[in-house]
C-alpha cells in the first residue's frame, strides 16, 4: 500500500518539481561558468579587460564591476564547496568522466564537431558547468532515488 502511494506521488507534481529543480540547477551552473568566462568575448573576465578599469589593484575598478565581482565570488564560495562536499573528489572525477564519455559519444556520432578553433574550450566549460550542476543537484537525486521523504542534518 505505501509503495503505491509513494508511486501515485511521482505520477503528480512531485516529478515536475523534482526535474524543475535539476533543471534549474544545472541552468544555474551553465550561466555560472559561462558568464565567468567563454571564447565568444562576452563574459567577465573580458568585460574586466575591456574597459579602462584594468587596473592593478581590486580597489580601482568602478562600481558595477565591483559589485559583479563580489556576486561572482559569492556564488563560487557556495557552489565549489556544496559540490566538493556533495560528490567528493572521487564523485567529481566520476561524473567529469561520465560528461567526458558522452561528448565522445557526440564527437564519435558526427553531432558535435571540435573544427572551430575554440570548440576545446567550450567543451571544457561545459564539462565543468555539468559536474558543478550535478553537485549542486546530487541531494535531490539521492532523495528522489531513494524515495526519502524527510532529511535531517544529525551532525548539527
Do not use: C, K
Not at 557556495?78 to 573528489?89: E, Q
Request: proline share 3%; glycine share 12%; charged share 10%.
Amino acid at each position: 500500500m505505501a509503495a503505491g502511494r509513494r508511486f501515485g506521488a511521482w505520477r503528480g507534481g512531485a516529478f515536475w518539481w523534482l526535474a524543475g529543480m535539476l533543471v534549474s540547477r544545472l541552468l544555474f551552473a551553465g550561466f555560472l561558468v559561462f558568464a565567468t568566462y567563454n571564447p565568444s568575448g562576452r563574459s567577465y573576465v573580458h568585460w574586466l579587460r575591456a574597459g579602462p578599469a584594468w587596473q592593478s589593484s581590486i580597489w580601482q575598478l568602478p562600481t558595477w564591476q565591483l559589485i559583479t565581482t563580489v556576486l561572482l565570488l559569492l556564488a563560487y564560495g557556495v557552489a565549489i564547496p556544496v559540490t566538493i562536499r556533495a560528490l567528493g573528489i572521487g564523485g567529481i572525477a566520476l561524473t567529469a568522466s561520465v560528461a567526458g564519455a558522452a561528448i565522445w559519444v557526440l564527437l564519435d556520432s558526427g553531432l558535435l564537431s571540435v573544427a572551430a578553433e575554440q570548440a576545446p574550450v567550450w567543451i571544457g566549460l561545459s564539462v565543468a558547468a555539468t559536474v558543478l550542476g550535478t553537485g549542486l543537484s546530487w541531494m535531490n537525486i539521492t532523495t528522489a532515488l531513494d524515495g526519502q521523504l524527510s532529511t535531517r542534518d544529525l551532525s548539527r
